[in-house]
């Protein structure tokens, strides 16, 4: 099959996530556009709000030189740009509720500027554009591609090799069968040279800070990803994506702005319509 960008599936680990979580779900994040205005769309809520805006300071402080980093607060960059998700932007419900979310947001970031650990070591970026992230050919002859956007990447000089760090705002930790790292791994490997010699997730609200994780195997990290991308394929092909609950967690909010129940607060910088309930 020739390959065509255009044409091809994409997947991520959001939209995989979408689609193991529920079909239905997957279908209106990833594939359902609002015919008045071309737009996919998602509900914000208070969590995706908070990481979203630690992840934007955090992830910035890559396009720095090392010893430029950390000369403005990280506090003060996180003032700055809150206002993008203030109020109904990001899912608050009143003042009380956002101050809640806002000083964890600060929090965290102290904590970081106090102890920033590799953030004060060289980071490597993968080359991508203002449309689309890093991605890659997961299979040329299925035509599906595998993007995502890597939160860090550590260079470390003694063997010229890569840590991957993925920072995680929310409280509970990831489980162990997630696929994020594989797809990371997949990621880094085929979007840049060097070797990956660590993967980590960096626990913001928690104690236990950055956790080492067992390097992923990649033979059976591409097995596992390409087997979901498949099967995403194949629901697209088919236009068959049915809830198992007629009804869940994950597509009733979503099912809710279909029916007019949820207010629409703006726009993202991905051009999503962003809507809360």
Same mark, same amino acid.
């Given at each position: 099959?020739?390959?065509?960008?255009? #044409?091809?599936?994409?997947?991520?680990? $959001?939209?995989?996530?979408?689609?193991?979580?529920?079909?239905?779900?997957?279908?209106?994040?990833?594939?359902?556009?609002?015919p008045?205005?071309?737009? %996919?769309?998602?509900?914000?809520?208070?969590?995706?709000?908070?990481?979203?805006? /630690?992840?934007?300071?955090?992830?910035? *402080?890559?396009?720095?030189?090392?010893?430029?980093?950390?000369?403005?607060?990280?506090?003060?960059?996180?003032?700055?740009?809150?206002s993008?998700?203030?109020?109904k932007? +990001?899912?608050?419900?009143?003042?009380?509720?956002?101050?809640?979310?806002?000083e964890?947001g =600060?929090?965290?970031?102290?904590?970081?500027?106090?102890d920033?650990?590799?953030?004060?070591?060289?980071?490597? #970026?993968?080359? $991508?554009?203002?449309?689309?992230?890093?991605?890659?050919? *997961?299979?040329? @002859?299925?035509?599906? =591609?595998?993007? +995502?956007?890597?939160?860090?990447?550590?260079?470390?000089? %003694?063997?010229?090799s890569?840590?991957? =760090?993925?920072?995680?705002? +929310?409280?509970?930790?990831? %489980?162990? @069968?997630?696929?994020?790292?594989?797809?990371?791994?997949?990621?880094?490997?085929?979007?840049?040279?060097?070797?990956?010699?660590?993967?980590?997730?960096?626990?913001? @609200?928690?104690?236990?800070?950055?956790?080492?994780? #067992?390097?992923?195997?990649?033979?059976?990290?591409?097995?596992?990803?390409?087997?979901?991308?498949?099967? =995403?394929?194949?629901?697209?092909?088919?236009?068959?994506? /049915?809830? $198992?609950?007629?009804?869940?967690?994950?597509?009733?909010?979503l099912?809710? /702005?279909? %029916?007019?129940?949820a207010?629409?607060?703006?726009?993202? @910088?991905?051009?999503?319509?962003?809507?809360?309930?």
């Amino acid at each position: 099959m020739t390959e065509d960008k255009y #044409k091809a599936v994409w997947v991520s680990h $959001s939209s995989i996530s979408d689609f193991l979580k529920c079909p239905r779900a997957y279908y209106l994040r990833n594939v359902y556009k609002d015919p008045r205005t071309g737009h %996919k769309m998602t509900v914000v809520a208070p969590p995706l709000a908070l990481g979203g805006a /630690v992840h934007e300071v955090l992830e910035a *402080l890559s396009e720095l030189p090392v010893d430029e980093r950390f000369k403005v607060s990280l506090v003060k960059k996180f003032e700055t740009l809150w206002s993008k998700y203030s109020g109904k932007l +990001g899912g608050f419900t009143d003042h009380e509720q956002e101050q809640t979310y806002k000083e964890r947001g =600060i929090q965290m970031l102290i904590n970081v500027q106090e102890d920033p650990g590799p953030l004060v070591n060289k980071a490597v #970026k993968i080359k $991508s554009s203002s449309i689309n992230l890093p991605n890659y050919w *997961l299979s040329s @002859d299925e035509n599906i =591609i595998l993007c +995502g956007k890597i939160d860090w990447l550590e260079y470390l000089p %003694k063997n010229d090799s890569v840590h991957i =760090i993925d920072f995680k705002t +929310g409280k509970n930790e990831e %489980k162990e @069968d997630s696929l994020q790292l594989p797809i990371y791994l997949l990621l880094v490997k085929n979007c840049q040279k060097r070797a990956v010699a660590k993967v980590s997730y960096w626990y913001l @609200d928690q104690d236990s800070g950055i956790v080492q994780k #067992k390097l992923p195997d990649e033979a059976e990290s591409y097995e596992r990803v390409y087997e979901v991308a498949k099967r =995403i394929k194949l629901a697209r092909q088919l236009n068959h994506f /049915v809830c $198992s609950h007629k009804g869940c967690r994950y597509c009733l909010p979503l099912e809710k /702005v279909l %029916k007019g129940e949820a207010e629409k607060v703006g726009v993202s @910088d991905t051009r999503q319509d962003i809507y809360i309930l």
